[in-house]
């Protein structure tokens, strides 16, 4: 059975780096050519000593989605908004959790970002008792901590640390 190549004729999504603070304009240049986009806003208050501003920003920072014709690709290049266009390989999971982050948005649940850390990621504690300790994820599913190695006994300590107190390395 031959494998079904895709059509690269057929639209497709990328994720749209853009340069900084420029999501919005970058939104706005989509629409106006008519692609197919998503901008994802989330509510946020910045309270100055006189006053309160609300306003929405993105939940991506530095990121928006569209759905361009390859052909048409160099057509979002045109007002010196965009660092680069990254082609999405699985579409079809791509879509699905776009349509998921599409529900969270539009339920007003309160959502932060996290970085998506899986076992044996390399971390650095950044806060408290422990901070400056490097480690390793050992079970990011039960929160179980982190691992701290000592490679000369090939044994490791395992200290519960929240996630929030941790910066991912290289």
Known sequence: ?????????????????????????FSTLLATEQFTHYLPLVPSVRRYSDRTKKFTKPLFTGYVFAEIPPQEKNRVYQQDLLVRAI??????????????????????????????????????????????????????KNSRGVLVAMDVLQQGLLVPVPMDSLEILP
Do not use: Y
């Open 87 to 140: 082609w999405v390989d699985d579409q079809n999971l791509f879509l699905r959790q776009l349509a998921d982050v599409k529900t969270i948005v539009a339920s007003g649940v309160e959502a932060t970002l996290q970085p998506l850390l899986k076992k044996g990621t390399r971390v650095k504690i950044v806060s408290g008792p422990l901070w400056g300790v490097e480690g390793f994820v050992e079970d990011p």
């Open 1 to 25: 059975m031959a494998e079904t190549l895709p059509n690269f004729a057929e639209p497709r999504w990328f994720v749209c780096h853009t340069k900084p603070r420029c999501e919005k304009k």
